[in-house]
Nanobody, 124 residues
Framework: QVQLVESGGGLVQAGGSLRLSCVAS????????MGWFRQAPGKERDFVST????????YYAESVKGRFTISRDNAKNTVYLQMNSLKPEDTAVYYC?????????????????WGQGAQVTVSS
């Protein structure tokens, strides 16, 4: 019964930065692989990043590698996505996800829980 709530979305100019947060409920939070997906208007949902339950392993889509950083603080039941050097193509609804499949889980069916989504808009 994990619940995920995202925050931190908004409007930013190209080249700017934005930080998303995801607060999770449940005592088993630290046992889950956490991640982020995004979906742009008219496009399919795409994998962005994932992090192991310990926070020691991370994986990124090639489109965001070097620009985005995923992290987690299990004591605060929170996962973060720091987004730097944002581009217009980063515009999408970003979803926080949690699952117990193997690492790195890059497909949507490998995650059991999804947040409500946070809108990120990058202007050119």
């Amino acid at each position: 019964q994990v619940q995920l709530v995202e925050s931190g979305g908004g409007l930013v100019q190209a080249g700017g930065s934005l930080r998303l947060s995801c607060v999770a409920s449940g005592r088993t939070f630290s046992r889950y692989y956490m991640g982020w997906f995004r979906q742009a208007p008219g496009k399919e949902r795409d994998f962005v990043s994932t992090i192991s339950w310990s926070g020691g392993n991370t994986y990124y889509a090639e489109s965001v590698k070097g620009r985005f950083t995923i992290s987690r603080d299990n004591a605060k039941n929170t996962v973060y996505l720091q987004m730097n050097s944002l581009k217009p193509e980063d515009t999408a609804v970003y979803y926080c996800v949690a699952g117990d499949s193997g690492f790195p889980a890059k497909s949507d069916y490998e995650y059991d829980y999804w947040g409500q989504g946070a809108q990120v808009t990058v202007s050119s």
